[in-house]
């Protein structure tokens, strides 16, 4: 009998330092490290936006509509504050870059559109050839006597657009002109009438539709 109690408590020992390094190698330090480990890998990094950004430019003025279109921006980017607007002046840079790439694109094809008005009015057998420099004088006399002078805003605004090189434009000038005479006396009176007049020589259909 001594003998099998002996043995029962080497045995009861042994189980004992079995237990315990088992509670050793899985205890609720290591579990807990694990758990956060493991939610940091399914949750992801905590994001460095801010609640709202506080953005601000040198020399620029910027606006709540173009302040709305970012914020998603910078939110998708994860940018915090101090990013964002260490962004903004490179967004500038680009923005007027652009700007200006437009701006000289449509100068360009203002340009280009003003030549091809013009050699098509210094061709036209109304105005051109032979009846440019007339068509020209004639202009100037008829858009005088409405008083649309040199300066005027209807001539600034032909001078802005190009408009004043259209053959058009410059037909229906040197109409008026034709009707003012080269007595210069323009009859104010008459004056719808006799532009009555120039339309229907320009366009004769379209007045006999009316």
């Known amino acids: 009998m001594a ?8 045995n ?5 330092e079995v237990v315990e390094e088992t509670t050793v190698l899985g205890s609720a330090v290591e579990e807990t490290e694990a758990a956060e480990e493991v939610a940091e890998v399914v949750e992801g990094p905590a994001s460095k936006a801010p609640e709202k950004y506080e953005l601000a430019l040198e020399g620029v003025e910027l606006d709540a509509d173009t302040l709305a279109a970012a914020d998603p921006v910078f939110r998708e980017l994860d940018l915090s504050n101090e990013d964002a607007n260490k962004l903004l002046p490179v967004a500038k840079q680009f923005a007027d870059k652009v700007g200006e790439t437009i701006i000289n694109d449509l100068v360009a094809q203002g340009q280009a559109k003003r030549k091809s008005w013009l050699n098509e009015a210094k ?13 020209l004088h004639l202009a100037a006399k008829g858009f005088d006597a409405i008083g649309f002078k040199e300066g005027h805003p209807f001539r600034q605004a032909l001078e802005e657009t190009g408009f004043g090189n259209n053959v058009h434009m410059i037909l229906m000038a040197r109409k008026l002109g034709e009707l ?3 007595d210069s006396q323009f009859v104010k009176g008459d004056a719808a009438l006799k532009v009555e007049n120039v339309a229907a020589q320009m366009y004769p259909e379209d007045v006999k539709g009316n």
Not at 3 to 10: K, M, W
């Open 3 to 10: 003998e099998d109690t002996t043995n029962l408590e080497v």
């Open 123 to 135: 061709a036209d057998a109304d105005v051109g050839g032979a009846k440019w420099e007339e068509s």
């Open 12 to 16: 009861e020992a042994q189980v004992e």
């Open 180 to 182: 003012v005479g080269e």
